[in-house]
């Protein structure tokens, strides 16, 4: 029987504060102990967080969770080979695959049931990823955000190992990757503003405003990130999880214009206005981006707030529409051409049955070998 000790050491790893005082000496966003926001947070106090706890246990409202199937079109590996280049599919909350060069990349993924460190508790999918984990083609890396687990899932992580050549990460977190026993010669750390040129495309690290931390002693131990990709004449943004601050801007004028941003839209809320963003605030981060067409990420799939669970792309696509935004709603699975987007449909005011992806994408990871296979 695993003890307590060995299992926090196992799940969170045990070098959290060691992490980050190796760690500071190289970022000006640690402080010596932690990582740190440009602007600091404001202080909470007791008060206020046990008044969201109360909230959030008591108040809820009952439509922040979907009642009908949502619509998911599946996916196949044979479609995925034959997809064109610059493909772009949502398979879930921010877990995004893209094809550039040939070869796929994977942001923030998340395959569990629940973005919790529980299999029983925490919030659970309102839908199937719209491909088994186990389908996935090999990947030519994995770019993480941060740590916090709507974004990075162990088990996940663990089962793509094999079949990724690269795990791009903010400092820290790629440490929590090898301490999860990750190869760390596949792992590349960056703090904002550095990168890493991958097969003649530019990966680089970029300013968030947010916080990072897997359990209630290791907050901050690890840095968050936004992060821009540019393949030739296509640029990207993918936010990650942020508040609205001035950085967008400086990422615009830095490394804009972008021809697409995947901009976080969802689990946001007026008690916690420094770490998401309002649907309003959205849409002005992708234009102090100078981004072309917007696609809101963060949403459809966990119940992490207190709205209702299409608030965010009803009050995104009616704010776009009058400060005259382009804006892309793609279905979970529905391919999305990077090049040349499609507005997509407002699916999520229709009820269908659910267009079924495998059931194996439900496990909560990968059968790793055959030993696996047989036990499970």
């Given at each position: 029987m695993t003890s307590l000790p060995a299992l926090v050491s196992r799940v969170l790893g045990v070098t959290a504060t060691q992490r980050g005082r190796a760690l500071s000496s190289h970022s000006p966003q640690h402080d010596g102990e932690r990582f740190r926001n440009v602007k600091p947070r404001p202080a909470e106090g007791l008060r206020k967080t046990l008044g969201i706890v109360w909230n959030v246990l008591l108040n809820k409202p009952r439509d922040t969770v979907p009642t009908d199937a949502l619509p998911v079109d599946a996916l196949t590996r044979a479609q995925l080979d034959a997809a064109p280049d610059r493909s772009l599919y949502r398979l879930g909350h921010s877990t995004l695959l893209m094809k550039l060069r040939g070869?796929?990349?994977?942001?923030?993924?998340?395959?569990?049931?629940?973005?919790?460190?529980?299999?029983?508790?925490?919030?659970?999918?309102?839908?199937?990823?719209?491909?088994?984990?186990?389908d996935l083609p090999p990947l030519r890396g994995v770019i993480l955000s941060h740590d916090h687990y709507d974004h990075l899932d162990r088990e996940t992580v663990l089962a793509l190992a094999q079949s990724t050549a690269l795990f791009l990460t903010p400092l820290g977190?790629?440490?929590?990757?090898?301490?999860?026993?990750?190869?760390?010669?596949?792992?590349?750390?960056?703090?904002?503003?550095?990168?890493?040129?991958?097969?003649?495309?530019?990966?680089?690290?970029?300013?968030?405003?947010?916080?990072?931390?897997?359990?209630?002693?290791?907050?901050?131990?690890?840095?968050w990130a936004s992060w821009v990709i540019v393949d030739h004449d296509l640029r990207v943004f993918f936010s990650?999880?942020?508040?609205?601050?001035?950085?967008?801007?400086?990422?615009?004028?830095?490394?804009?214009?972008?021809?697409?941003?995947?901009?976080?839209t969802g689990a946001y809320d007026a008690q916690w206005p420094y770490v998401h963003m309002q649907p309003e605030e959205t849409v002005q981060a992708h234009i102090d981006l100078r981004g072309r067409r917007l696609v809101p990420i963060h949403n459809g799939t966990f119940d992490l707030a207190m709205h209702r669970w299409q608030e965010p792309f009803e009050r995104v696509t009616g704010l776009a529409l009058a400060r005259g935004v382009a804006l892309s709603t793609p279905r979970m699975g529905e391919r999305l051409d990077l090049g040349a987007p499609h507005r997509g449909e407002l699916w999520w005011r229709r009820t269908?049955?659910?267009?079924?992806?495998?059931?194996?994408?439900w496990r909560w990871c990968a059968p790793r070998n055959a030993a696996d296979a047989k036990s499970s």
């Amino acid at each position: 029987m695993t003890s307590l000790p060995a299992l926090v050491s196992r799940v969170l790893g045990v070098t959290a504060t060691q992490r980050g005082r190796a760690l500071s000496s190289h970022s000006p966003q640690h402080d010596g102990e932690r990582f740190r926001n440009v602007k600091p947070r404001p202080a909470e106090g007791l008060r206020k967080t046990l008044g969201i706890v109360w909230n959030v246990l008591l108040n809820k409202p009952r439509d922040t969770v979907p009642t009908d199937a949502l619509p998911v079109d599946a996916l196949t590996r044979a479609q995925l080979d034959a997809a064109p280049d610059r493909s772009l599919y949502r398979l879930g909350h921010s877990t995004l695959l893209m094809k550039l060069r040939g070869q796929f990349w994977l942001t923030d993924p998340v395959f569990a049931e629940r973005a919790s460190p529980f299999r029983r508790l925490g919030p659970k999918r309102f839908h199937a990823p719209p491909i088994a984990l186990a389908d996935l083609p090999p990947l030519r890396g994995v770019i993480l955000s941060h740590d916090h687990y709507d974004h990075l899932d162990r088990e996940t992580v663990l089962a793509l190992a094999q079949s990724t050549a690269l795990f791009l990460t903010p400092l820290g977190v790629g440490d929590r990757l090898i301490e999860w026993g990750i190869d760390a010669s596949k792992v590349r750390q960056f703090d904002w503003w550095q990168g890493i040129e991958v097969d003649g495309m530019e990966f680089t690290a970029t300013p968030a405003q947010h916080f990072s931390g897997r359990s209630l002693f290791d907050g901050n131990s690890t840095l968050w990130a936004s992060w821009v990709i540019v393949d030739h004449d296509l640029r990207v943004f993918f936010s990650g999880d942020t508040g609205y601050f001035d950085g967008f801007q400086t990422i615009g004028e830095r490394l804009g214009p972008f021809d697409i941003t995947l901009v976080e839209t969802g689990a946001y809320d007026a008690q916690w206005p420094y770490v998401h963003m309002q649907p309003e605030e959205t849409v002005q981060a992708h234009i102090d981006l100078r981004g072309r067409r917007l696609v809101p990420i963060h949403n459809g799939t966990f119940d992490l707030a207190m709205h209702r669970w299409q608030e965010p792309f009803e009050r995104v696509t009616g704010l776009a529409l009058a400060r005259g935004v382009a804006l892309s709603t793609p279905r979970m699975g529905e391919r999305l051409d990077l090049g040349a987007p499609h507005r997509g449909e407002l699916w999520w005011r229709r009820t269908v049955e659910t267009v079924a992806a495998p059931k194996a994408a439900w496990r909560w990871c990968a059968p790793r070998n055959a030993a696996d296979a047989k036990s499970s």
